[in-house]
């Protein structure tokens, strides 16, 4: 059974720990990710971007492989189905679809049509029993062909998108999605304190999970954040596990050609990738 996740995150901010939001784009990454929540007794999120829902054919697809999944593999952890960096529309699919989650990311909007927008998507998730997440200041990096700097947000727009009611708020503080560059200079604690104090009891989301140092992770958790993202990381773990195979010829070696041995390697990589932040991130045994 979904579940929103409210409750496993006003646990996580109380408890200074984060989930893990863990994106999915095929079905070797949703058991993957099911599996090592499961193993470490820890409540996970998987997260579904509009360009990854669009890949496994539909929100319905996804929706139904996540459910049967979890039926099959006898998932008892409290797993919740997020949409990540969702459209306005796309949020309202998802809704439709049975997802349990969304992410609106109004941030490119004029701060009144992002409250406009939060607001009436507020009133819907709560109806459905959902949780909904919102941004202020855009990510930077890619996600999705949208290329940003990494802006930090206004902590007062942050408070008011935070008081629409919304259950967590994801705020720039110079972090960016993918690899972070040579010159990055690092998270803004500044700009993540002022939004904390701001915002009070409401759990915090980093996005752009993928290498930034643990010691700034760390500091982020004690500030607040109580969702992190990860979604390059398990990315770039398949395919070195992926290269690594190919290149040692096993695909050519007796039945090594067939898909279930062949992204076998890739598998495992992205479980012990997400076995090592959820160790991180703190969430372990926390179900």
């Known amino acids: 059974m979904l579940v929103s ?12 720990y984060a989930v893990g939001q863990f994106n999915i784009n095929n079905l070797e990454w949703t058991k993957a990710i ?15 971007s509009e360009g990854a829902g669009k890949y496994m054919t539909g929100y319905k697809t996804v929706v139904g492989m996540v459910n049967g999944m979890m039926e099959e593999l006898k998932i008892t952890v409290p797993v919740a189905l ?20 969304v992410m609106f990311d109004g941030s490119h ?92 009891e409401m759990p915090l989301v ?14 982020a958790i004690s500030l607040g954040v109580a969702k992190i993202n990860v ?7 398949f395919a070195a596990a992926t290269r690594e195979y190919i290149e040692a010829g096993k695909d050519l070696q007796g039945k090594g050609f067939d898909p279930r041995k062949l992204l076998a390697p890739g598998f495992e990589a992205i479980k012990a990738t997400v076995r090592e932040k959820i160790t991180l ?7």
């Open 5 to 16: 996740a409210k409750e496993m995150l006003q646990k996580a901010k109380a408890g200074k």
């Open 34 to 48: 099911l599996l090592t929540a499961q193993e470490m007794n820890s409540p996970v999120i998987l997260g579904v």
């Open 82 to 101: 997020h949409l990540d960096h969702g459209s306005y529309e796309g949020c309202l699919k998802c809704i439709e679809a049975g997802f349990s989650s």
């Open 109 to 200: 909007y004029p701060i009144e049509e992002n409250v406009a927008k939060t607001t009436e998507l507020v009133k819907i998730c709560n109806e459905k029993g959902m949780s909904l997440e919102a941004e202020v200041g855009s990510i930077g990096g890619e996600e999705d062909g949208v290329v940003g700097a990494g802006e930090c947000a206004d902590p007062q727009e942050c408070k008011a998108i935070a008081d629409l009611g919304v259950t967590m708020l994801a705020a720039g503080i110079g972090n960016i999605h993918g690899k972070y560059p040579e010159n990055w200079k690092g998270l803004s604690f500044e700009t993540l304190a002022a939004v904390q104090e701001l915002t009070g």
């Open 206 to 219: 980093l996005h752009g999970g993928t290498g930034i140092p643990e010691d700034m992770i760390k500091k």
């Open 231 to 237: 979604n390059t990381e398990c990315q770039l773990s």
């Open 281 to 287: 991130f703190g969430s372990e045994n926390k179900a």
